[in-house]
């Protein structure tokens, strides 16, 4: 987990508020309201908790596609073995 010191966040907070200003003030006429916006689901965040999830879903598919091409191998060898022996 990242640790913020003082400094940084009193650097980083106004340039997070001076865009999140900016966005809505941009976006402000598309949506009914500004709830509106939040509830159609459009917002690009990804919470802690999901970016972690991805990544051990990437990590699982990695893990899976190396199984697959070892049992593919596997399976290309005994069918091989088996032709020759007949």
């Known amino acids: 987990m990242r640790r913020w010191s003082h400094e940084h966040v009193k650097?980083?907070?106004?340039q997070v508020r001076e865009r999140a200003v900016r966005l809505v003030?941009?976006?402000r006429g598309e949506y009914?309201?500004?709830?509106?916006?939040?509830?159609?689901?459009?917002?690009?965040?990804?919470?802690?908790a999901e970016a972690q999830r991805v990544k051990e879903l990437e990590r699982e598919v990695k893990q899976l596609r190396?199984?697959?091409a070892i049992l593919k191998l596997v399976s290309a060898f005994f069918a091989q073995r088996s032709s020759t022996a007949v």
């Open 32 to 48: 009914p309201s500004q709830w509106a916006e939040i509830d159609s689901g459009e917002l690009e965040c990804v919470t802690t």
């Open 66 to 68: 190396r199984a697959n």
């Open 11 to 14: 650097e980083v907070l106004p």
């Open 25 to 27: 003030q941009e976006h």
